[in-house]
């Protein structure tokens, strides 16, 4: 008998695999505006659209109940879709949460999760409307869904950047990176010595960053206020390097960065020397940061060039897909995406 082909996920990665889903994917609704292939959908509702997002934790993929505490990951589970919903120029205003349980998990454990899941809830101001649960026979499973709403005027995608934008990125880069490093550390010397407490004190900035990171709502009403609509935008949640790369592809342009206008936080910094980690490489590559990466035109500079938590890093240009670094010393290198893969071989 004929073998069947297969193709392994891991030849085409993650990427690929949406392009391949999305091509026999046809909206059958008019109210679907957009679909696959953004940091979330986006419906038709009367005056306003609504964004959709989901995502998904795995344990033993995207956590690792040994250092992590289950309210943060309920709060971090919420975090990353509304992050996601913020990347939108949108609003969150409902989620529904799924979860898998394995048998380890208790009734105790379960409302601990759902203790920082409606803490999360709490502070972005959403609902949390549904969800499901059912038995795992892989360990902790978490899907979170959140619908969010913004004028259609004021939508933002990853495909509006245009040459001579400015491209800004918020808060500092990195630190979740080094975080669980740090984490993964503790979790080897326990391991080999059950006896020793974890020494987390003099990292708690970057640790936060990993366990329970922060969506950048307030940055999305900072820019209303100012009536600024970003030309495009996107969170970092694969390293800095992989966002700009989305923007570079999905608006046709090219963006040049400066390595001196990187931001990152000092702990960050002496944490990544201490491994032996260049700094730059966590700021790029690291992800999990959940910051905000967009585009302004020229014209927008003067309201937000005081801000002290959006940085000026770079701009766009007319070179299609071509992503460059300007280092310190001066030489141009080619920026590649080297952070989180979803599908290893």
């Known amino acids: 008998m004929k073998q069947e082909k297969r193709t392994e996920i891991s030849s085409i990665g993650e990427f690929g695999l949406i392009e ?14 957009k679909g696959i292939g953004d940091d979330a959908a986006i419906l038709d509702s009367s005056d306003k659209q609504r964004v959709l997002t989901t995502d998904m934790l795995l344990e033993g993929v995207h956590f690792d109940l040994a250092y992590m505490p289950l309210q943060h990951l309920g709060y971090k589970a919420v975090a990353v879709n509304v992050s996601d919903v913020a990347a939108m120029n949108a609003v969150p205003k ?19 999760l759902y203790d920082g899941i409606k803490a999360a809830c ?22 979170v869904t959140a619908i969010g709403e913004a004028e259609a005027a004021k939508v933002v995608r990853r495909s509006g950047a245009q040459k001579g934008d400015i491209v800004c990125v918020t808060g500092d880069l ?33 640790v936060q960053r990993q366990l329970k990171p922060d969506a950048r709502m ?27 790369l989305h923007i570079c592809r999905n608006s046709g342009v090219g963006v040049q960065i400066y390595e001196d206008k990187l ?25 999990e940061d959940y910051e905000l990466l967009f585009t302004i035109s020229q014209s927008e500079y003067e309201k937000l060039k005081n801000h002290m ?8 240009n007319e070179h299609a897909n071509q992503a460059r670094l300007v280092t310190k010393g001066g030489n141009v290198v080619d920026i590649k995406a080297q952070g989180f893969t979803h599908f290893k071989k």
């Open 263 to 287: 931001p990152i936080d000092k702990q960050t910094y002496d944490t990544a020397v201490e491994f032996g980690i260049d700094p730059i490489t966590c700021v790029m590559n690291g992800g």
């Open 122 to 143: 709490k502070d972005y101001k959403v609902d949390l409307v549904g969800g499901d649960t059912t038995a795992s026979y892989s360990g902790l499973v978490i899907s």
């Open 20 to 33: 391949r889903i999305s091509r026999n994917t046809e909206a059958l609704n008019e109210s679907t505006v």
């Open 94 to 112: 409902q989620i529904t949460v799924n979860i898998g349980l394995s048998n380890r998990m208790s009734v105790e454990a379960v409302d601990a």
């Open 218 to 244: 307030d940055i999305i009403h900072e820019l209303a206020e100012q009536n600024i609509v970003p030309t495009s935008m996107i969170d970092v949640s694969d390293g800095l390097a992989s966002e700009l």
């Open 309 to 316: 938590d959006i940085h000026f890093i770079g701009f766009v």
């Open 174 to 206: 990195g630190g979740a990176f080094i975080g669980l490093q740090v984490l993964a550390r503790e979790k080897q010397e326990f391991v080999e010595n059950p006896e020793m407490q974890p020494q987390l004190g003099t990292y708690s900035y970057i």
